[in-house]
């Protein structure tokens, strides 16, 4: 690799992959363009039967530890075809709705076809209808519009559309110039994007961790199963998922959050000490936080019966499943934390 310049490398990545859609279910472009990335790194890849991707790197020991990070998203299906030409969705996921008021979108169909549209509320506009700035944002209050000319279901029946199509909502993403990282779903490209980076550093810089690594890219997390089956051989397992931003909790933008506890109950005890060591002798910023409605990879592993140390990590993002923001010394806490992890084995 010519010239690797760490922050350009993920960020550039995380661009890229934010533009690729990618709900719960619809995974298969994302998957291939980071398949395609970490071949031309060098490193050898699987998948499983649901489309998880699994990556491997060799290491100096017969120890083997595992990365996970999803890049599924929330998003939105077609539940049927309104008389008018207008879509009823259902959700994917747990988007908070209000905000998908407003937002364009891509229909996809089954047989390829891409259409755009709007997500509205049913109480439109401001001049026909006295709820319009104050009616429930909800999906059964709320449409999508087709930038099509259709008045009728027929009218949408002729173009492909139909019940089942997946919808993507527009990330809107931005790198400001003072390092801050907008857009809807850095949970959790932003996370695919660190362990990237550590791949593309270990390649750069001809590094060889001290154990056996595998990555697994999963595509169902955001609907709760996307790592439930994991590689026999894994006996450490790193989530690497977003940090929460918010009320009672210490992480901010800036830090690489360590979550002791979540819904699905505390995470390994001697696990979390290590990185929580390690954050302390790499000087990173880090917090430790406890998150009460949160589940991750590693709870799908543990839920599903293996037999693991785990563990979860993250740079801190701010509005979670809103209109997302994180910055730059957030991911590279995040990165600098998992080069330590691995490099120790």
């Not at 550093?201 to 060889?208: A, L, S």
Request: proline share 3%; charged share 25%.
């Amino acid at each position: 690799m010519k010239n690797f310049n760490m922050k350009d490398y993920v960020l550039n990545f995380a661009q890229e992959l934010l533009a690729i859609d990618s709900p719960s279910g619809y995974c298969m472009e994302a998957i291939q363009f980071i398949k395609k990335e970490v071949e031309q790194l060098g490193y050898g890849t699987s998948m499983n039967a649901k489309g998880n991707l699994i990556i491997d790197v060799p290491g100096k020991s017969d120890k083997t530890i595992g990365l996970c990070a999803h890049v599924d998203t929330l998003g939105l299906m077609v539940r049927s075809i309104k008389d008018d030409g207008t879509l009823a969705f259902t959700t994917i996921g747990g988007p908070i709705m209000p905000t998908y008021d407003g937002e364009y979108c891509r229909i996809r169909t089954r047989d390829g076809k891409v259409y755009t549209g709007t997500i509205l509320s049913n109480e439109t506009a401001a001049h026909v209808h006295k709820e319009a700035g104050t009616a429930k944002r909800c999906a059964e209050n709320m449409h999508v519009r087709i930038d099509e000319r259709v008045k009728s279901k027929d009218d949408v029946l002729k173009l492909g559309i139909q019940n089942g199509d997946f919808i993507a909502v527009d990330t809107k993403t931005q790198i400001t110039d003072r390092d801050f990282i907008k857009s809807r779903f850095l949970d959790d490209k932003i996370s695919v994007a660190c362990i990237m980076g550590v791949l593309a550093h270990f390649k750069d810089n001809q590094i060889t961790p001290g154990c056996n690594i595998k990555v697994i890219v999963s595509t169902y997390e955001e609907v709760g199963h996307g790592s439930s089956q994991i590689p026999a051989e894994i006996e450490e397992l790193i989530a690497v998922d977003m940090g929460c931003i918010g009320d009672d909790l210490a992480c901010t933008e800036y830090d690489v959050s360590i979550c002791a506890k979540d819904s699905s109950g505390p995470y390994d005890y001697e696990l979390t000490s290590k990185l929580i060591e390690l954050a302390k002798s790499e000087k990173l910023n880090y917090v430790v936080d406890i998150y009460p409605m949160y589940g991750s990879d590693v709870s799908a592993a543990l839920s599903a019966g293996s037999d693991i140390r785990g563990a979860l990590i993250g740079p801190g993002v701010a509005a979670s499943h809103g209109m997302e923001r994180t910055h730059w010394d957030g991911v590279e806490n995040t990165i600098k934390l998992l080069l330590a992890y691995l490099q120790e084995g």
